[in-house]
């Protein structure tokens, strides 16, 4: 006949563990013990060769790991911080030097095109600016999205403060690019 899977499993030896467990459980609901049970004795433990011993476990491998990450976050954070403070500060700075040394003019109808951020830009001056402009005793910077017309010593002056706010500085002796004079009117 077919043997039960219990005895099939008693047979191969893999039951009797459990088996061997059950036993004493059930002994010990029929009669509890007067004193309490001794802990089984464990085997004693081979000690671990030096090198194993001092290898980190994997918690705490992963606990490391997420400190340092927190800690590179924290150094990114705080060098982003002081890049936007110093950032604040030079557009202050750049204000201060510019609050009374700009030279636009309300009445101004004559454009001067300029390139600037891959496009073609315009400020508005007077004739006798263009053509100061032109000769480089002029130059245009450009603070807070507005574009400024002001003397070539304030332009340097902004430069050595933020360099990207010089915005067009006409060199008088430098060659012609193309044929096209740059005080033509478009």
């Not at 194993?52 to 994997?58: A, F, G, K, R, T």
């Not at 990114?76 to 636009?104: C, F, I, S, Y």
């Not at 010593?153 to 500085?169: D, F, G, K, R």
Request: one cysteine or more; proline letters at 9%; hydrophobic letters at 35%.
């Amino acid at each position: 006949m077919s043997e039960s899977l219990r005895d099939q499993l008693l047979k191969s030896g893999l039951a009797a563990k459990f088996k061997a467990e059950a036993k004493p459980a059930k002994e010990q609901r029929k009669n509890p013990p007067r004193h309490p049970p001794k802990p089984p004795q464990q085997a004693p433990q081979q000690k671990k060769p030096a090198a194993q011993s001092q290898e980190p476990n994997l918690a705490h491998a992963y606990a490391m790991r997420a400190k340092q990450e927190k800690a590179e976050r924290e150094a990114a954070q705080r060098q982003a911080e002081q890049a936007a403070k110093e950032k604040r500060e030079r557009k202050q700075k750049l204000a201060q030097l510019l609050a009374d040394k700009v030279l636009n003019s309300a009445d101004a109808e004559v454009p001067r095109h300029f390139p600037h951020g891959n496009k073609i830009r315009r400020i508005y001056c007077t004739p006798a600016q263009l053509a100061e402009l032109n000769r480089g005793e002029l130059a245009v910077v450009q603070l807070a999205g507005r574009y400024l017309l002001v003397a070539r010593e304030i332009a340097l002056q902004a430069q050595s403060i933020e360099e990207h706010t010089l915005v067009l500085l006409c060199d008088p002796n430098a060659p012609p690019e193309d044929d096209v004079p740059a005080d033509l009117a478009w």
